[in-house]
């Protein structure tokens, strides 16, 4: 299946859903992302249901979960993301990779992420154009938060403040503890 060359978004749209689920491809090889325990699910359901109505009420964009987008070459699929409408004429509602990125992206850390993977995947993104890129540490009741503003590590007193959805802003402690 992987050439010398390794596998290209095209050649990974026309992979077998059975196969490109829960993996992402990252510099041409299809890398494992399954996994998702029942706090990642509840932590991700929850990021939506506090940005759709903001979101939709300003007239921001859309907020989809587990959509795979294009950076730079490589398949990811943040567990969140939001994007403008000025992007919605982008979207191809039958393409698995959008051929565009997110502005904001909200990734959830797994047991089987490392932190130096979660940073590399977040400053891909930013590279690539997204925005803003927020991690999110169950566990260790912490988020990162990356921006043109810096990096930055919030505590659980901290708030969870996108910059891409005002309007929203809740305590990363008060936020975890309604999974």
């Known amino acids: 299946m992987a050439s010398l060359t390794g596998i290209t978004i095209e ?26 325990t029942p706090n990642h699910n509840h932590l991700r359901d929850l990021l939506v249901h506090l940005l759709l109505p903001v979101v939709k009420k300003a007239g921001l964009g859309y907020v989809i979960s587990e959509q795979e987008y294009d950076f730079g070459g490589n398949a990811h699929g943040p567990d969140v993301s ?10 191809d509602g039958n393409k698995r ?19 130096e ?17 927020w991690i999110f540490s169950i566990d260790l009741r912490q988020a990162v938060h990356l921006s043109d503003k810096g990096q930055v590590i919030l ?25």
């Open 155 to 179: 505590g659980e007193t901290d708030l969870f403040a996108p910059e891409q959805v005002p309007g929203v802003s809740i305590p990363i402690g008060e936020l975890l503890d309604q999974i």
């Open 117 to 133: 993977k979660l940073l590399a995947k977040a400053n891909r993104y930013r590279r690539c154009g997204t925005k803003e890129v």
């Open 11 to 36: 050649e990974f749209e026309k992979l077998p859903e059975a196969l490109a689920r829960n993996h992402e491809l990252v510099d041409g090889e299809l890398v494992d992302v399954s996994g998702n």
């Open 97 to 115: 990779v959008q051929r565009f990125v997110p502005d904001l992206a909200i990734e959830i850390a797994s047991t089987t992420d490392t932190f």
């Open 82 to 91: 939001t994007y403008s409408r000025e992007k919605r004429r982008l979207l």
